[in-house]
């Protein structure tokens, strides 16, 4: 057995295993992500030989690649990609649940990953803005984005694209939201651009870009009888 | 935020023993509590996290509902069931928090979250009873335009947040627990409380009993039916007022009437004599206005919130008139 076990890669990591070597340390030890997403190398739990104790183990997909990580229960997930994975693309906005700067998609379903502990996610896969292009080319989002201008000053971009990757699959499904008229008509949504501020409504943006991000969205949505003979 | 523990619950029974240790919570989607370990309000040793232990599913259930308590509240909302037989609860959920909150948060967290009082939120506000219990209440004296205006006591003037719940009440839902006891049914009308002398206390879930599920009977009344969200912004924002109403109405005439109000009191508010007094009558504005005077009796505002109480009676009103226009 290796003297200590880095599970996941990282800086902090890589950058104490030369010192602890040369203490001639042989104790097993093993990279534990801590809160606020810096890692640092601890003794395994003297009773199982296994992670610390009061640690979790998980395992995750992101963006196509396996993790698996010793997380102190209190690493968020936005804190793990962020700082221990370097996906620094999902931003920290509130830290609250407010902003959406954080959107990212777990199992496809957009969710905040400020409130959500990693360890909640073992075993999920997770997609953020990193991994949306497929080939060096742009996902059809992140290029509807670009061409009608939808962010000033960028922040709040990543987790507005990741809501509308989202967005689209929901309304492709017929996933009603609060502006939806008809519950009980279960077809593809009708994305007027009522639904679509409404169904944004989880995505600040400070820079007041709203008016190009949902026509950014619009350019995406489906053809629709209604909207069609409505003047550009 | 303080370290805690993190225990991955394998059965109910499981979750039920792991919470037993002192200074335990149950975790579900963690959109209201971790928020709140973020602030300090809440500090456990412990989190059991139950997402994976109660059902999820949403089915049939003699003749009515069963919501698992562990179904996010976004599958609930998009579900085909709900959609057509209760509507009312689709719209309640879809009128709260945000598409990326709703996929993460629990039905049986949504029965459990806390008041939004800023009172409470905010631990550099020294004084909160529910929060910090003999320290005082800093809404009566402070800003408290968002508070109750129905069953608040001296020590809080708290209101419940949810959406949810008040659709919940009007459905006359029941929710199933399990503890160390053993498994017992609440009707949702005894499940959250009203302040008194121990506002630390949200409802009567005894200490280790977890949500299991929610089960909505069938209702006549249930189709016919309207959740009004009054707010300061027209999305993601809580209540200042809601009204959840559903009407049975045959040839006519009202057969059995549904309404509870969100955003007055410390648990969605019902008055059975209000309900009472729509049966039997014809649908019109005349009886609404009769049944919001009954729902309102005895409302106290706060001194930044006298509005809340015309608002709520229109609110009734107009939630009852398309109501009663629904086919």
């Known amino acids: 057995m290796s003297a200590f076990e880095t599970d996941g890669f990282h800086h902090m990591a890589r950058a104490a295993r030369p010192r602890i070597a040369a203490m001639g340390l042989t104790r097993r030890q093993f990279a534990v992500v801590l809160a606020g997403g810096g890692t640092a190398l601890l003794d395994a739990d003297p009773q199982t030989g296994g992670p610390p104790a009061g640690t979790v183990s998980c395992t995750f997909t992101v963006n196509g690649q396996a993790h698996s990580v010793v997380l102190d229960p209190r690493v968020s997930l936005l804190d793990l990609l962020r700082e221990h994975l370097r996906l620094t693309g999902t931003k920290k906005g509130c830290d609250h649940g407010q902003c959406g700067a954080c959107t990212v998609l777990a199992d496809g379903r957009r969710i905040n990953s400020c409130l959500s502990l990693a360890a909640q996610h073992d075993g999920d896969r997770i997609t953020t803005i990193e991994g949306l292009e497929r080939n060096g080319q742009l996902h059809p989002v992140q290029a509807a984005f670009l061409d009608h201008d939808g962010f000033q000053c960028g922040y709040c971009t990543p987790g507005q694209i990741c809501s509308a990757v989202a967005l689209l699959d929901e309304a492709r499904a017929g996933s009603p939201s609060f502006v939806t008229r008809d519950l009980r008509n279960n077809g593809p949504i009708d994305l007027t651009d009522d639904e679509i501020r409404e169904r944004m409504s989880g995505n600040l943006c400070r820079c007041g870009a709203y008016p190009n991000i949902v026509a950014a969205v619009r350019s995406l949505a489906p053809p629709s009888a209604s909207r069609s003979i409505e003047p550009e | ?327």
């Not at chain 2, 919470?19 to 928020?35: M, Q, Y």
Request: net charge positive.
């Open chain 2, 1 to 327: 935020m303080r370290p805690f523990t993190y225990h991955r619950a394998a059965s109910v029974t499981d979750a039920v023993a792991a919470v037993g240790r002192p200074e335990s919570k149950f975790l579900g989607g963690g959109t209201n509590l971790i928020d709140l370990m973020k602030t300090g309000v809440e500090h456990p040793a412990h989190l059991v996290d139950v997402t994976r232990v109660p059902s999820a599913a949403i089915e049939e259930h003699a003749g009515g509902l069963r919501i698992g308590a562990m179904a996010r509240n976004s599958d609930v909302a998009n579900h085909a069931l709900v959609r057509t037989r209760y509507p009312l609860l689709a719209q309640a959920l879809l009128a709260g928090a945000t598409p990326q909150l709703r996929n993460l948060a629990t039905v049986g967290g949504n029965l459990m979250q806390r008041t939004r009082c800023y009172y409470f939120y905010d631990p550099t506000l020294g004084e909160c009873n529910k929060r910090n219990p003999g320290s005082g209440c800093g809404a009566r004296s402070g800003f408290n335009r968002i508070h109750a205006i129905l069953g608040a006591s001296p020590q809080c003037i708290a209101v419940h947040p949810s959406d949810l719940c008040v659709a919940l009440a009007a459905l006359e839902a029941v929710v199933q627990v399990q503890g160390p006891a053993g498994a017992r049914a609440i009707p949702m009308a005894d499940f959250h409380r009203l302040p008194g002398n121990t506002p630390q206390i949200d409802t009567n879930l005894r200490p280790e009993e977890l949500i299991v599920a929610v089960d909505v009977p069938p209702q006549a009344a249930a189709t016919r039916s309207h959740y009004l969200k009054v707010r300061d912004r027209n999305s993601y924002a809580f209540a200042l007022v809601s009204v959840a109403a559903a009407l049975d109405i045959d040839g006519g005439t009202i057969r059995q009437a549904r309404i509870a109000l969100g955003g007055v009191a410390h648990k969605p508010w019902r008055v059975p004599a209000a309900e009472q007094a729509l049966a039997g009558q014809p649908p019109g504005e005349a009886a609404f206005a009769r049944a919001a005077d009954l729902l309102l009796a005895g409302a106290q505002p706060q001194h930044d919130n006298a509005f809340k109480v015309e608002l709520a009676r229109r609110s009734v009103v107009r939630a009852l008139t398309v109501a009663a226009s629904q086919s």
